[in-house]
């Protein structure tokens, strides 16, 4: 079983930055995937960003392209996402996601397992 602890949320305005942490335990992640999703009130959970554990190629979503940078630290075995130039539709509850088949997808249901969330609020 694998645990994903997200921190690094908080309250920015708009054209600040953020950098989102998460910390993941209990298995070995070497052909893992990892992402980033997120939920705004009253919306479906959207695909924000991905990784692919082992070589670290990087795949994001149309709305954050240019603005947010998936990374991951194998020794520490944390995965970060870096926000900048954040706007108040970013706003919104981020997750962490991983699961053990390879390659990048940015659908819900190809990750396994999940964190609890870290609310991320850009005032304009």
């Known amino acids: 079983q694998v645990r994903l602890v997200e921190s690094g949320g908080g309250w920015v305005q708009a054209g600040g930055s953020l950098r989102l942490s998460c910390a993941a335990s209990?298995?070995?992640?070497?052909?893992?995937?990892m992402g980033w999703f997120r939920q705004a009130p009253g919306k479906e959970r959207e695909f924000v960003a991905a990784?692919?554990?082992?070589?670290?190629?990087?795949y994001y979503a149309d709305s954050v392209k240019g603005r947010f940078t998936i990374s991951r630290d194998t020794v520490k075995n944390m995965v970060y996402l870096q926000m900048n130039s954040l706007k108040p539709e970013d706003t919104a509850v981020y997750y962490c996601?991983?699961?053990?088949?390879?390659?990048?997808?940015?659908?819900?249901?190809?990750?396994?397992?999940w964190g609890q969330g870290t609310q991320v609020t850009v005032s304009s």
């Open positions: 996601a991983a699961d053990r088949r390879p390659g990048l997808v940015t659908t819900i249901s190809a990750y396994e397992h």
């Open positions: 209990g298995r070995t992640l070497s052909s893992y995937r």
């Open positions: 990784i692919t554990w082992s070589g670290g190629t990087t």
